[in-house]
């Protein structure tokens, strides 16, 4: 649903209790909504309560905008700043396989459902949104990245696996012989669905996925497919948004290999910059007695396994912006 930004502002200014955020919707195969910044934007994430019972008490909404949508909005303007010192809400850009849906879970938990504003998988964040937030992503090493990747997909799971044609190719990289995905054969076709994903001497596609997300170029929203189903100039552009690209961008990062501790630590910083007197003790209480199974993990052997030294060289290549500006110094933490 494409609502101009006049008619967005017009609609949320009708009434003035509380502040909704709206991201785009994924549609497959169609693709996804625009999710521009100024509808995401306008549609902001009011964040006023003093403890975790009251935190709960003001969800948020995600979805389409339908006529009747925002019968309490108020508009707050794109050319309204909110220091950081004092940030209207929180935004967690939802990066694929890094996680997300956990991370989602675990901040719910803690804050209570509903009040955590998601940028839905390959929206980006922009930097009205870096002005005016309190901004999280998620990353992970790019060699565990891929195994979980091509794993995930070989249980026919996820559309990344639609990046490759139908027919032989798919069926080769995709067909596992063993429970874990660790046979010898399996590893070949891991090695050769890699291959196919990446272009060689350009941005693979967990760095396109990175700059999608995080970068704040424009041009590059909705890059879902693998790298090498773009032509040369996006990942030129990819390239140049990687290498100008600076995490610290992001207010918070919650690395994979480290993720529960990330993300408490990453909910501190906010409440501690918010500065509004939650009760710490009752939101990490929260955090540290959730125990909700993590769903949407695949079966694999060890990251190593899958590695010989062209495969690692392959992906120390066409993501080496990812391991440098990260920290990564090995090809698998796992």
Known sequence: LKIPRSETLRRAARNSTSILMVSGVLCWPCGFSPGSVATRFALALSFFPLTASS???????????????????????????VPKDTPSGLIYDHLPKAGGTHIIDLISAALGKGNVNVLKEFESIHAAEEESFFTMGSIRNPCDYYVSLWAYGSEG???FKN?????????????THSQKKDSPADIAAFRNWLGNITKAGFPGTLSLRVATSYSGKEGLDNKWQAAANYDEEVLKRVESALQSFDPSSIDCWIHVENLENDVRQCLKNYLTLRGTGEDWKAIDGAL???????????????????????????VRTSDAHVFEKFGYDTCCSS
């Not at 044609?165 to 995709?174: E, F, I, Q």
């Not at 007695?289 to 392959?314: I, N, P, R």
Request: hydrophobic share 35%.
């Open 157 to 159: 799971r996820g559309h």
């Open 55 to 81: 935190l709960a008490a003001t969800p948020i909404a995600s979805g389409r905008l339908g006529d009747d949508a925002l019968p309490k909005a108020v508009a707050l303007g794109l050319d309204s700043k």
């Open 163 to 175: 990046s490759l044609p139908r027919g032989k190719l798919r069926h080769a990289v995709y067909d």
């Open 288 to 314: 540290m007695s959730f125990t909700q199974v993590y769903t949407k993990s695949s079966t694999h052997g060890s990251c190593s396994l899958y590695f010989d030294e062209a495969t690692e060289a392959l």
